[in-house]
């Protein structure tokens, strides 16, 4: 058998025929394209990069965002055989830089507003020889034009054999904590984790899934993957605009959306039942951070549907559990272990914990990385005892739902005490005047960590920092409560949408 990840969008042509399969949109903007043109554009790059001396297991490195042609790079990247490495195009060039020396990425694929940075960060490095640039307009003789490549090469391309545990994708973390890691996925990685995912949240031809994350990111990769295996068609934007993702709703008659839990606060925030018509919605799908159940309730009360919840992280392709139809929705669960994937909950030392004692979640099964790029020492660290150690906190219950409890290093610990920041956040997403919010530790000269809270109010409300204290005091002991209370018009977020904690422990330290 040939593990290729490319196959599920090849397949495809067989199974579903010929489709629109892709409608990208952006303000004023919208383009079409069928299934059988993103694969015959994607045999052409493959065969543009076979010319231009890429072999198999070779790092090729993209620098876009979201628009038509990141479909047809990553497949014609994974057709030749090659390791597809997306760079989050928000970063720096010194950030950049680092991904670039530490993979060793021979071939860059961007476009020409970020060519200058995109050169910036490669300036010196021997290794680069291929600069492939996607723009209308002439480009530097040092470069090779995207579109010229498609117009020119032949659209037919002999997939490259992969075996199982060959490279697939390198995806760097965010770097929380010392350098950014690259987590190595193998074509068994990602392609158990695309099938074992659609069994617990099935889509088909019928579906119209709306997209807004970024494809240079697990999570938006997996959901476009998700649709080449079932059919379903794709709305491509950009980034995350609330006023389009509402009118694109309307217009395009999506039956299922996929975000963070900021998104689904815009969202809120930005709909008018006179204007908006969400009512094709038959599910919203919630991953990469956690959901406070007051916006869940919301969501579902103010734009219908279902709202269903799923966890996951990188080194995991990413997904290891998901909430689904066929069983009971528990309130604050992500659902169960997706199929051939292992969930424990150890202790401090290692040891499992029984349901409902509160541990690290640990992961097992054929979805997990095989490692992090040129770090031996991190890569046992995370993969002790042969299971993925994620650094996040939860339990399992009776029926094997996971519930979420925050991450080891986010746990603030006052006095002694554990207190958990998602339960404070959840009390305050209870105040009406509450539109996000954020938790943190902040160093205390006697209590050694004390709480602080972070927070945005919806538009036309108010309250006060001795408001929001008190009413935390309604429903927790007054040791887990905020002692301050800070309000940002706009909590600091990664390209995700996922809030930047390790940014508002720096900010509360000064402030």
Aim: hydrophobic share 40%.
């Amino acid at each position: 058998m040939n593990w290729n990840y490319a196959r599920y969008g090849v397949e495809g042509l067989e199974k579903f025929g010929e489709y629109v399969s892709l409608i990208y949109e952006e303000e004023g903007v919208e383009q079409r394209l069928t299934n059988t043109q993103i694969q015959r554009q994607s045999d052409a790059l493959a065969n543009g990069l076979k010319d231009l001396g890429v072999t198999p297991g070779e790092v090729v490195a993209v620098v876009l965002p979201n628009g038509p042609a990141v479909p047809v790079v990553f497949s014609a990247i994974f057709k030749a055989g090659a390791v597809f490495l997306p760079i989050v195009f928000a970063l720096t060039a010194n950030e950049i830089r680092y991904i670039l020396e530490d993979s060793k990425a021979a071939t860059l694929i961007t476009d020409a507003e970020l060519y200058p940075k995109v050169v910036e960060a490669s300036t010196g490095l021997d290794r680069v020889r291929n600069f492939i640039v996607k723009s209308d307009k002439a480009l530097p003789p040092s470069t090779i034009s995207l579109d010229h490549i498609l117009s020119t090469k032949p659209q037919k391309f002999p997939m490259a054999l992969a075996a199982p545990d060959d490279l697939a994708v390198l995806m760097y973390t965010s770097g929380t904590t010392g350098s950014p890691k690259g987590v190595m996925l193998s074509h068994r990685n990602i392609s158990s984790n695309v099938e074992a995912g659609v069994k617990h949240l099935p889509t088909d031809p019928s579906d119209i899934m709306l997209i807004p994350l970024p494809l240079n990111h697990i999570y938006g990769l997996l959901m476009v993957n998700e649709c080449h295996l079932t059919g379903a068609k794709i709305v491509l934007h950009k980034w995350f605009n609330p006023t389009l993702t509402l009118n694109s709703i309307s217009k395009h008659r999506v039956t299922q959306f996929v975000g963070v839990p900021t998104m689904y606060i815009s969202l809120l925030e930005n709909f008018d039942p006179a204007v908006h018509r969400t009512g094709s919605i038959r599910r919203w799908m919630c991953a990469a951070a956690p959901l406070s159940k007051e916006t869940l309730h919301l969501v579902e009360k103010k734009l219908g549907g279902k709202l269903l919840q799923g966890y996951g992280l990188t080194e995991a392709s990413p997904t290891v559990s998901r909430q689904t139809e066929s069983r009971p929705i528990k309130p604050g669960s992500v659902g169960t272990a997706v199929e051939g994937v292992e969930i424990r909950i150890v202790d401090e030392k290692d040891q499992p914990l029984p349901p409902g004692r509160e541990g690290e979640i640990c992961v097992r099964g054929p979805n997990v990385m095989t490692g992090y790029l040129n770090k031996g020492e991190e890569t046992r660290e995370a993969l002790k005892g042969g299971w993925l150690h994620t650094g996040d906190l939860g339990y399992l219950d009776e029926d094997g739902d996971l519930f979420i409890t925050g991450r080891k290093k986010d746990l603030i610990i006052r006095g002694g005490e554990n207190i958990s920041p998602g339960a404070l956040e959840d009390i305050l997403y209870k105040h009406p005047a509450v539109q996000e919010t954020a938790v943190v530790g902040v160093p205390d000269p006697f209590y050694g960590e004390e709480v602080k809270a972070f927070v945005v109010l919806k538009r036309d409300f108010q309250a006060t920092e001795q408001e929001l204290v008190e009413h935390c005091l309604k429903y927790t002991a007054r040791f887990k409560a905020p002692k301050s209370v800070a309000f940002l018009d706009a909590l600091p977020k990664n390209s995700v949408g996922k809030i930047l904690k390790r940014e508002l422990r720096v900010y509360g330290r000064s402030s």
